[in-house]
Each structure stands twice: as C-alpha cells, then as structure tokens.
C-alpha cells in the first residue's frame, strides 16, 4: 500500500498536495462566505471568546506556533500556545470565553486529551483540529474541526502537520469572518491562495532534487542547526525535529533573533545552517534574516537557504538555495516545510534507519 514508495513516510510527504485540498473541500461557498459546518460552535459562542490558547505536544505544537501569528494578526484575539503537559500541570487562566485549541494529528495523545479535560473542567470551550474521525479528543471537545488527511502511517507527522496549518488557517479566517475584523476580499484573497496551495506545493516537490542530493552531501553531519523568524521559526523548530527523529542527527531550531545571545557560538567552520527566509514584503523581517545569514557565514557556515525563487538577495548568501515558490508570509510555513521533511526522509534512509518506525518512538503517544 506504499503506492511504490519505499516508506509510508516518503508517500505521505508525496500527497501533501491532495490532503491540503481535502482539508480545503467545501470550506469555502461560491458566494465568498467560509463555512465551517462540523464545528458545532454557534457565531454568538465564537463572538464571546476573548482568548485563544493552543495546546498540542511535538510537531502538532508547531503547527500551533504559526497558528498564533496568523490568529492574532487576521482575529485581534489574543492567542497562546502552550505544549499539552506544560498546561495541564500549572494553573492557566481560563474562563468561559476562553476558546482552548487542541491539535492532534490521532485524537489520543494522552498529554493532549488531559489538557482538554483540565481547560473543560475550567469552563473553557475546547475546539479540536483532528485527523482521525471519532477519536477521543474530538469527542470530548465542544467543537472539531477534521482536517481528512486519510491515515498517517508514518510515525513522523508530515501530511498531519501542513493539514493542521491549514486547519488553523481556516479557523482564523472563519472567526475574522464572524468577528468583522477583515474585510470581505481581504478573506477572499488569502482563500484564494490557499485554494491554489495544493498546485503551489505540487512545484515544491517537482522541484525537490536539490534537497535530495543534499542528504547525500550531509549524511556524515553530526549537528545541523536550522533558523527562522516570524512563522518561519517554528518551521526552523520542525526541521530540527524531523531530522532528530528519523536520522538520529543532533539538529536544533532557534529564531533567528536569539543568534546573537547565545546560539551563534556554535557556529563554526561547515557547520550546516538551515535558514527560512520570509517573502519580501512590508515588514523588516526579510531584510533581518539576510542580515542574519550574512553573520552566519561570516563565521563559515554552510548556508541552505529556503527562499523565494526570484529573490535576488539570496544567490550570493546560499550554498544551496531552495527555491520557494512566491505566497503570503503567514502561508509560507505549508510550502517551507516540506523540503525539510524530504531532507531528514532522505538522510536517514541513506542512513540505514527505519524511517517509518524510528526508534523508541511510538506513532500515537496514548500514555503520558
Ligand atoms: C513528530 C510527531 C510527534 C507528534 C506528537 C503529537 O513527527 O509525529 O511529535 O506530532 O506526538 O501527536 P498528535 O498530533 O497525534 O497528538
């Protein structure tokens, strides 16, 4: 049932494109107006919350992470994210209008459910973004929203991930919808780019050769370190954990603004640096993270730089540059990603290691 493939995983990073756009299926009318049918909140209960906090465990977390910028940018509501077993063993402020997020690829991570259960018994509404169709965290949730990925098989999340980033998206744009707080084409343009994400992120892996032969080149790495801003950070988080996972290499993710206090010791002649560049836009944050490349380099890093194919500023800063088809910085996350994800696939098969069944890893983690 690998379809040819040799891993589940490989498969699955391969039918990103088709899982986004099921995700996407029937969110959206021919009339503009997104439409999320399965949430079973009402739009008087959507209008109360007046915070948001995100709970999730490993990638899932991540995906949480990119969720808050495009939240509070697109909502005005003030978003947390917490990690599952952080939140659920301290003393959160929750409340009624509180709408707790949880995000769960199997619906049965234990460290997840426990957090759903101690927001509940606060009072708070708890909405859940899922993959798996009755699974216990959408059951004792208020609302869900299923993400149809179809089964990950994989123990590493891949389709789980860009799906629950779509996921988030979605609620974002939906609760702006109902709050007022875009306007009506604002909502319509961004839609719009999402429905053209599943072709966009078909290029991206047309185009993946590069990064293939690059595991090659890297296999005999003992660090890697990987860098974002903005969204781009937690991407950088997720790479780091994928390589970790499935090529037992020591990789780490760091924002790219924290370099400077501290992190930038390690860099060191050949160390490989994985860097996230954000499209050029309005913002400073570009121009911050070419900056920050300059300093890695200067310092002999080998830079692998994902990047908007027709940057002009990358070239002469890129050992290698993987070339980003263009989206909105907060969509750029669904299409960063995934080159990552080919990369850690790819070291640890030329590795040797069972990339579907990394070691002491389980698929869904049911204790905690
Ligand atoms: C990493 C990975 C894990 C899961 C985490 C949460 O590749 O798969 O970090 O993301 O255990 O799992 P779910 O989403 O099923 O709650």
Known sequence: E???????????????????????????????????????????????????????????????????????????????????????????????????????????????????????????????????????????????????????????????????????????????????????????RLMAELEEMPATLQRVLDESEPVLKLAGDFAEQPSVLFLGRHVGYPVALEGALKLKELAYIHAEGFAAGELKHGPIALVDDGLPVFVVVPPKGRDMLHDKVVSNIAEIRARGALTVVLAEEDDPEIEPLADVWIRLPKVSTLLQPVLATVPLQLFACELATRKGHDVDQPRNLAKSVTVE
């Open 2 to 188: 690998k379809d040819g493939f040799d891993w589940f995983m490989r498969k699955e990073i391969y039918e990103q494109p088709k899982a986004i756009g099921d995700t996407l299926l029937g969110r959206y009318d021919t009339d503009g107006a997104l439409r999320l049918d399965e949430l079973r909140m009402s739009e008087a209960e959507l209008r109360r919350i007046d915070k948001i906090i995100i709970v999730a465990c490993g990638t899932a977390f991540y995906a949480g992470l990119v969720a808050k910028y495009a939240i509070e940018h697109w909502t005005r509501i003030a978003c947390e994210v917490e990690l599952a077993h952080e939140f659920r063993y301290r003393d959160p402020i929750v409340n009624p209008n509180t709408l707790v997020v949880c995000i769960s690829q199997s619906g049965e991570t234990a460290d997840s459910l426990m957090a759903v259960r101690h927001a509940a018994e606060q009072g708070a509404k708890v909405l859940a973004i899922c993959n798996t169709n009755g699974s216990t965290i959408p059951r004792e949730s208020d609302a869900v929203i299923y993400t149809h990925a179809g089964p990950e098989i994989g123990v590493a999340s891949t389709k789980g991930f860009t799906t629950q980033l779509v996921a988030c998206y979605l609620l974002g744009l939906y609760l702006a919808q109902v709050r007022g707080t875009l306007f009506g084409d604002e909502i319509a």
